[in-house]
Each structure stands twice: as structure tokens, then as C-alpha cells.
């Protein structure tokens, strides 16, 4: 049972308006984009949410209705995916997504190929679209694992990625029809722990969660930009008010992360981690190490992304092939065991997660990463809308 004040209402799709900027035109690379234009989505129609089924937009009255549950969805054919809470197809494992803007029109986002090093924009009932295609490294588990909008994006359209190359894991920033340009190079490589995640703070920077390269002890090593969750501004300095002054390290402490995430309204950051002995999901503080888990995984399932909906902690899993929501209380600690979603026993299976951002308290994206040592259906890999309020009550599965 979730432990808390109870959970916010659901609101009606029409009421979610989630995400439908369309990037297009040319940029101006400095800091700022030039002659964008902006359409909206096609309207999204029917969602039927795997966990549970999402709310139905009623084309006479504008009303909300729940749908009737999906009893039989017939199998893909080739990259038509006929389950509508899929909004893109035929991917090469999705490794981080970012869901766009709101304009009012139907959820959209970006998703990143781990090993091609593209970034794709998606949205319901259009075609994949390529934003730019990054030189990535994709050996061992490096490549393209991290991805992130700038703090001002309705203003400057950048992006931010984090990427493995020839030499080192570095983070880029990059807009439609222009070079990726790096802002922080350096971060060591190794034969593993070279996964990544970024994402924005809420405070006008980002945070950077880089791996250990393979070398757990540089984790605590505060002269090494490896197995750090690192605080920059755009251009990849030291953010103002980091705990050090001058210095880019925020936490330590980290091994492999597979996302970063956060409460929406802030009070909270979380960090996934695949450590030497257990999958572990840690609270962020700043100037601290990762000494004490939020909770472990002793079976190592990879955890991934992770969104924060205020009542749980949705985290997911690749080789688990699940998502994970585990409920927490108003103070931000664990309010009980995790419950597996989306599984194929508790909701409808995708098979295996990588990517996960959150639209709103109550909605997400989400990616596959079939291609990567699953066993891929005729359409992965996919991009999926799910439902983060998934049950009336909180997990109780499996320790």
C-alpha cells in the first residue's frame, strides 16, 4: 500500500495537452536558435494505457472516458504497431528519451539510439523524424546514454547528450541541422561503466551522472570527473552553487547510472545505479556520496530511467523487462516494497526498458532497448506513453 496523503486525481488526455513542439527550420549554433518554426502534433486519439488503460477523448463532447481494456491487439506488421499507446516504431534501442514541450496537441518527444548515436523526434501518428546523428562509440555499454533539453529551450532550442567516443565519455550540445559541439570532454572510458545521464535541475543547470569507467575507486576520487554526478551550466562550466566552488562535482559515489530524475516540484532528485554488487535507486544530496540506497536490487534487473510522480518512483528495468514503482511517503522516503509493471503479469509487456521521462506527474515516455539483448518483435524498437499513476495503490511485490 502506498504510505502517504493520498494520490493526486487523474485528469482527462484532453487536460494532459502533453508535449507536441515540432523542431524544424535551421538554428544559429552559439546559444540561440534562429527562424523556427512550430507546428503542433497530430491529436492524439484513443490512448489505450498499458497499466492501466488510459482515458479516451470523446470527439462529440470534448469529455473524457476511460476506454474499455485492449482484450486483443493484433500482433505488429512490420513497423505498424497497432497498440495506440505506441507513438513511434522501428527504433534501434532507445536509450534515453525527453519529451518536448507542451503546445497543447499530442505527446511528442526525442529519442536517443544508443549505438547508431541518432536522436530521433517522435510523436503520435507521425513518422520517426532524424534531428542530427551523433559519432558515438557504442562498445561495452558506452554510446549514446544520455540526453536532455536545455533549461531554456523554448528560447535557445539546444539539447544536450551524453556520449562515449574514441577516447573519453563527453557531453555535446547540439540543435536541428547543426554540428554537435562539446562542452565537457574528458570524462574517463573504460571497457564498462561508461553509461550516462543528464538531465535539467530545475535551477537553470544540468546534472551530469557519469560512470566509473570500469574503476569503482575513482567513484571516490574527488579529482576525477568519473563516477560523479556532476552540476554544469550550458557551456559546461562549474554551476553557480555547486557545494565546491569552482568544482563541477555535485555527489559521488556513482558505478553505472541508467537515469536521473526528479520530483516536480523539485524537493526531490533520484539517481539509478548498477553497482558491482546490487541495482541500487539513491536520493541525490548535494556534496554527498552514495553511501545509503533508497532501496537495492539484489538480482540486478539494470535499472534505467525513472520518473517521480509524487507518490512513487517508476524505474525501468532492462534485463528485468519490467518497470518498478516504488511508492514513497511525503517525506521522500520508501513507503514499501516495489511492485513490477508492465511485465506481461502486471499490465502489457514491451520487453525490455531503457529510456524514461516524465510528461507531467501523471504521464511519461517511455523506450525499449529489445535490440539489445532482447528478443525484438517485427515494430521495436518502440517509444511508449504510459500512465504513471498505474494502480489505486501502491507495490507490493517482490523484495
Known amino acids: 500500500?502506498?504510505?502517504?496523503?493520498?494520490?493526486a486525481p487523474r485528469r482527462p488526455l484532453w487536460l494532459l495537452a502533453a508535449c507536441g513542439l515540432l523542431l524544424t527550420g535551421c538554428a544559429q549554433f552559439d546559444d540561440r536558435a534562429a527562424n523556427q518554426t512550430f507546428e503542433p502534433a497530430?491529436?492524439?486519439?484513443?490512448?489505450?494505457?498499458?497499466?492501466p488503460e488510459l482515458p479516451e477523448v470523446d470527439g462529440d463532447e470534448g469529455k473524457s472516458r476511460t476506454s474499455a481494456p485492449q482484450t486483443s491487439i493484433p500482433p505488429p506488421r512490420g513497423c505498424t504497431d497497432y497498440d495506440q499507446s505506441v507513438i513511434a516504431t522501428c527504433l534501434d534501442t532507445v536509450s534515453a528519451v525527453a519529451a518536448l514541450p507542451n503546445s497543447g496537441a499530442a505527446p511528442s518527444g526525442l529519442a536517443a539510439e544508443r549505438r547508431t548515436g541518432r536522436v530521433?523526434?517522435?510523436?503520435?501518428?507521425?513518422?520517426?523524424?532524424?534531428?542530427?546523428?551523433?559519432?558515438?562509440?557504442?562498445?561495452g555499454d558506452g554510446g549514446l546514454t544520455g540526453l536532455a533539453l536545455s533549461p531554456t529551450f523554448a528560447e535557445d532550442q539546444l539539447m544536450f547528450a551524453y556520449v562515449t567516443t574514441a577516447t573519453d565519455n563527453r557531453v555535446v550540445r547540439f540543435t536541428r541541422g547543426q554540428p554537435a559541439k562539446a562542452i565537457l570532454t574528458g570524462i574517463p572510458k573504460g571497457a564498462t561503466g561508461n553509461r550516462g545521464a543528464i538531465m535539467t535541475d530545475g535551477r537553470g543547470a544540468l546534472l551530469v551522472a557519469t560512470g566509473d569507467a570500469g574503476d569503482p575507486s575513482a567513484a571516490a576520487d574527488p579529482g576525477s570527473l568519473a563516477g560523479k554526478v556532476l552540476r554544469i551550466d550550458t557551456a559546461g562550466n562549474p554551476a553557480a552553487g555547486n557545494p565546491t566552488p569552482g568544482s563541477r562535482v555535485y555527489a559521488s559515489g556513482v558505478h553505472s547510472p541508467g537515469g536521473l530524475c526528479k520530483a516536480t516540484d523539485g524537493s526531490r532528485t533520484w539517481i539509478t545505479d548498477r553497482g558491482p554488487a546490487v541495482d541500487a535507486l539513491y536520493s541525490i544530496a548535494p556534496g554527498a556520496s552514495l553511501a545509503v540506497p533508497t532501496w537495492t536490487w539484489p538480482d540486478k534487473p539494470a535499472v534505467a530511467g525513472c520518473a517521480d510522480s509524487g507518490t512513487a518512483v517508476v524505474i525501468a528495468t532492462s534485463v528485468g523487462a519490467s518497470l518498478q514503482e516504488l511508492p514513497i511517503t511525503l517525506d521522500g522516503s520508501v513507503g514499501g516494497k516495489p511492485k513490477a509493471l508492465m511485465d506481461g503479469k502486471?499490465?502489457?509487456?514491451?520487453?525490455r526498458y531503457g529510456g524514461l521521462d516524465q510528461i507531467d506527474a501523471q504521464f511519461a515516455l517511455v523506450g525499449t532497448v529489445n535490440k539489445d539483448g532482447g528478443q525484438p518483435i517485427s515494430s521495436d524498437d518502440r517509444v511508449v506513453l504510459i500512465s504513471l499513476q498505474a494502480t489505486p495503490n501502491g507495490g507490493s511485490g517482490k523484495d
Open 1 to 7: 500500500m502506498r504510505v502517504g496523503k493520498g494520490k
Open 42 to 51: 497530430p491529436e492524439l486519439t484513443a490512448p489505450a494505457g498499458p497499466q
Open 120 to 139: 530521433v523526434q517522435v510523436a503520435a501518428g507521425s513518422a520517426p523524424s532524424e534531428v542530427t546523428r551523433l559519432d558515438v562509440s557504442p562498445a
Open 346 to 351: 502486471n499490465g502489457t509487456a514491451y520487453g
